[in-house]
């Protein structure tokens, strides 16, 4: 029987440690992919610029119902932004010479050194508003 022990040891030795490298195999690839960092800054100011011509809160015209993507021009100013953006970042929105902002001092301000700032997120759209062909210019920087 310990002749037996004595065949089979090696053949043990072999299996656990094979077993051991598998384990640790997935629980390193587990840990990479539980741990890894999602950047979702473009989604964000993707839903903060969408927010700005689809909500009757924002810019979009309403009677009836809301027509999204086309702007009310009455409702386009710095305080609807404000009222209906509750957000840290600064957001921004240009029609015709026609400016409006969160604060638009610290937009104009962040905009040159967004780029050089490893916190900071900056996202420019161009939008095509009404059947007129405005285009809307919409910006956003994120600074976490």
């Not at 390193?28 to 809160?57: A, C, H, P, T, W």
């Not at 710095?78 to 010479?97: G, P, S």
């Not at 905009?111 to 910006?139: A, H, P, R, W």
């Amino acid at each position: 029987m310990s002749s037996e022990l004595g065949e089979r040891l090696p053949y043990q030795i072999v299996v656990f440690a094979t077993i051991a490298i598998m384990v640790a195999a997935v629980v390193v690839v587990l840990n990479l992919s539980v741990n890894q960092e999602i950047k979702v800054d473009g989604f964000k100011s993707d839903l903060l610029m969408k927010r700005l011509f689809y909500s009757s809160d924002c810019f979009a015209y309403e009677d009836e119902r809301v027509y999204p993507g086309i702007i009310n021009f009455s409702k386009f100013n710095d305080e609807r932004i404000k009222e209906c953006m509750e957000t840290t970042n600064l957001v921004y929105a240009k029609l015709k010479n026609k400016e409006a902002s969160n604060d638009i001092l610290a937009y104009k301000d962040q905009l040159n050194f967004c780029k050089l700032k490893k916190n900071c997120y900056f996202e420019e759209k161009y939008v095509l508003v009404n059947d007129k062909e405005e285009i809307m210019n919409f910006g956003v920087i994120m600074i976490e």
